[in-house]
């Protein structure tokens, strides 16, 4: 099991959100290994998320972490960097 921390930030001019953590696990997918979320917020547009993920590299943990955070922010408004801490 892996522990990836993914960094996100949004725009400043977009409007703020809370990113509750029951968003990344209700938007995982059962393939992506995810076992645990937890959002640490460092401002109304920027929190790091942590993500457990259950899966058979930390390569593939970062793609998976990754995947989820872009599905449930959107790709388009959102920074996603994903690294293993």
Do not use: I, K, N
Not at 23 to 44: I, M, Q, W, Y
Not at 46 to 66: D, N, P, T, W
Not at 71 to 78: A, F, I, M
């Amino acid at each position: 099991m892996y522990l990836v921390h993914a960094r996100l930030r949004r725009p400043a001019d977009s409007e703020p959100f809370p990113w509750p953590a029951r968003a990344f696990l209700a938007a995982a997918a059962p393939e992506e290994g995810r076992e645990h979320a937890t959002v640490h917020h460092l401002s109304d547009r920027e929190a790091v998320v942590g993500l457990f993920v259950r899966l058979g590299s930390l390569a593939a943990s970062e793609r998976a972490a990754a995947a989820l955070c872009a599905r449930v922010l959107s790709v388009r408004q959102v920074g996603v960097s994903a690294r293993d801490r």
